[in-house]
């Protein structure tokens, strides 16, 4: 169902009803543009990634958002999808609305013109939308216009609502130019007032010096009867005056009508910040593929600006969202790393299709765009519809580690806990995901080196500079720094001593190079209860997350600090969740092996790779990269002894 400011509000009212009996909801979003002269690199910490994201990404717009909610129907054995693909786009509906300006990146244009996208649409028909804050700052000033307007006073644009000047409380003087102009609009009340058969008077459009001067005449002159409204004509650039014949009561109710007509185009200038608040207040798991940049762009552009320290940002993405899960993160780790060759979104959809997986049958509900018939990848309704199919298909693929099998997991079962709030870390070679509900992993790097060198150096220069020390990876930072990470690690502590030092190049391990430039301290982090209608106690000396405007008050259970899954939040369809997770034994898996490894492995020291591209790794020492798994075929969890 393809969404526009035409059929917002119906849309709105659908997807609020069919997410109260949903099992879970996907998302997608399609943007002008990714990155901005910061360019993310492979030895990125969540902390660098973050930085990096939000100084050089959140300029471009998200101006397609998919969102596409999955109900299992139990007695078909089947999920039913509603799909939807909202068009974005920050118009300025109200005169004192923010007038936003964004950056549009050439590639990415190019990317989704080629891919069909409809820019006409999002231009022309795009919802509008306003942050809470905004939202909140405009009805205020509404409000104040209204009481200034009550007391005779003139209401600037942005009048204070706590000081109104002396000189605003004068009589504005009468310019000579004007003297003739004002004559007229009286005559033409007196007039008014007199042609008994008339009740309205609508002025001629004027400018906004002259409408001051208008109300100041006609209230000065005639004290009583008369109703003074501005409105706005069919040209959006021309206002005018309409003046009705009114006693006291009726002049009050017609300023209460116009203030609740104003207050209600406030509301509807919010606009798409609906729709988060509608996510949000379900409580729902939230799905998405690669969806770091998405969170990070729904978060600005709708909640509130994403604030500096990475931890108030797990903090507020977690108020907003308290479930999400990263199919990318899921695709890219145990248990299925081995089995998928590739983790793109349209790569994955499609392996997943092959019978080692067993995929539900899946079905779009009617009156919704059947993405059954045909493939749109890079239509935001479109891919959020598939990461959905995606994630189910994995889900269902741990249920073969039950005894007995199960064929179908729930979205709340425990055995999906692993992966729960934790979003991909894009080509870092050694953090798979940012976690945003507890520590993110800090691997070793002794074996990654940062080194300076000239300008016109290229790869082949540093693969010959660390030739002694077998294969290389090579992460570019500029053209004139990157790092070098070794895929025989036990070597690392040679490399310093074995490097001649020169003038043109320096070469300093990993640590000294944080020493440099230390992170932010990342403590034990602890998740802030959102707000609710009736207050939810919070630890002590707990930060208070940003104000995002929006109510969790609705949604099932707790979103306190420590989040418990368990079958009383899900829908009749999930109630297997008890099922599966009480009296049931789960096959041994190996204690000493970690759940969540990066799937990707530096390649060989044999080309440039200054776009940091993938390569397929080749033996080392005669010795496949993966053998050591055939070793031990017990173990399901086995990780690489190699880079």
């Not at 707990?542 to 368990?566: E, F, L």
């Not at 397929?616 to 880079?643: C, M, Q, R, V």
Request: hydrophobic share 30%; net charge negative; with cysteine.
């Amino acid at each position: 169902m393809d969404v526009t400011k035409t059929n917002f509000k119906s849309a709105c009212r659908i997807l609020t009803d069919v997410i109260k009996h949903s099992s879970f909801v996907a998302i997608d979003g399609e943007f002008t543009g990714l990155h901005n002269y910061v360019n993310p690199n492979a030895f990125d910490t969540p902390t660098d990634r973050y930085h990096k994201l939000r100084q050089g990404s959140m300029d471009f717009l998200l101006v397609q958002f998919g969102v596409c909610v999955f109900k299992y129907d139990g007695k078909n054995s089947r999920y039913v999808a509603h799909p939807f693909n909202f068009y974005v786009f920050p118009r300025p509906t109200l005169r004192d609305a923010p007038d936003q300006r964004f950056l549009c990146q050439s590639s990415s244009i190019d990317f989704l013109a080629s891919h069909g996208f409809d820019f006409n649409k999002v231009f022309r028909e795009g919802i509008p939308y306003l942050t809470p804050s905004d939202k909140e700052r405009m009805l205020e000033l509404v409000r104040e216009r209204h009481n200034m307007h009550e007391q005779g006073l003139p209401a600037p644009p942005e009048a204070s609502p706590a000081f109104v000047s002396p000189a605003a409380k004068k009589p504005m003087e009468i310019p000579e130019k004007e003297k003739d102009f004002v004559n007229g609009v009286i005559k033409l009340v007196e007039d008014f007032i007199n042609d008994s058969g008339k009740q309205t008077l609508s002025l001629e459009p004027c400018n906004g010096f002259r409408r001051k001067l208008t109300y100041q005449a006609v209230r000065s002159k005639f004290t009583s009867g008369l109703h003074l409204d501005t409105q706005t004509g069919e040209n959006k650039n021309e206002r005018f005056i309409m003046i009705r014949k009114a006693g006291e009561e009726d002049q009050k109710k017609l300023e209460q009508q116009r203030l609740k007509s104003d207050l209600d185009e406030v509301d509807e200038a919010a606009g798409f910040a609906r729709v988060i608040q509608i996510l949000s207040e379900s409580g729902k798991l939230i799905i998405g593929h690669n969806m770091l940049l998405d969170i990070m762009h729904t978060l600005h552009q709708f909640s509130c600006p994403l604030p500096e320290s990475l931890n108030e940002f797990k903090a507020l993405a977690t108020c907003v969202f308290p479930k999400l899960i990263d199919t990318k993160v899921m695709a890219s780790n145990q248990p299925f790393k081995n089995m998928i060759p590739s983790t793109a979104l349209n790569d994955l959809w499609k392996h997943l299709d092959g019978n080692q997986f067993n995929k539900p049958q899946f079905e779009v509900a009617q009156n919704y765009t059947d993405y059954n018939k045909s493939e749109q990848f890079h239509d935001a309704g479109y891919d959020a519809f598939i990461t959905g199919q995606c994630f189910a298909t994995m889900a269902n693929y741990l249920g073969t580690f039950m005894t007995p099998p199960q064929k179908r997991v729930s979205p709340s079962s425990q055995l999906l806990e692993p992966f729960l709030n934790k979003l991909c870390m894009f080509r870092v070679q050694d953090i798979p995901y940012m976690n945003l509900t507890g520590k993110d992993l800090q691997p070793s790097r002794a074996h990654v080196f940062h080194v300076t060198f000239p300008q016109e150096w290229k790869g082949s220069d540093l693969y010959q500079l660390f030739g002694d020390f077998g294969p290389v990876y090579i992460g570019w930072i500029d053209s004139t720094t990157a790092f070098v990470s070794l895929s025989n690690q036990d070597r690392a502590d040679s490399v310093l001593k074995g490097i001649e030092p020169s003038p043109l190049y320096q070469v300093i391990s990993y640590k000294q190079y944080r020493e440099q430039f230390p992170d932010d301290p990342q403590p034990e982090l602890e998740i802030p209860a959102p707000y609710h209608e009736t207050a939810t106690v919070a630890p002590p000396d707990i930060k208070s997350p940003p104000d995002t405007g929006y109510d969790a008050g609705s949604s099932k259970g707790s979103r306190g600090v420590k989040r418990h899954h368990d079958s009383g939040d899900s829908t009749d369809a999930d109630r297997e969740v008890a099922e599966l997770m009480h009296g049931k034994k789960h096959k041994p898996m190996d204690p000493n092996a970690k759940p969540f490894v990066s799937r990707i492995t530096p390649p060989p020291a044999e080309q440039d790779n200054k776009d940091n591209k993938e390569i397929t790794p080749k033996k080392i020492d005669g010795a496949s990269p993966n053998e050591s798994t055939k070793k031990h075929p017990d173990k399901l969890f086995e990780e690489p002894t190699t880079w």
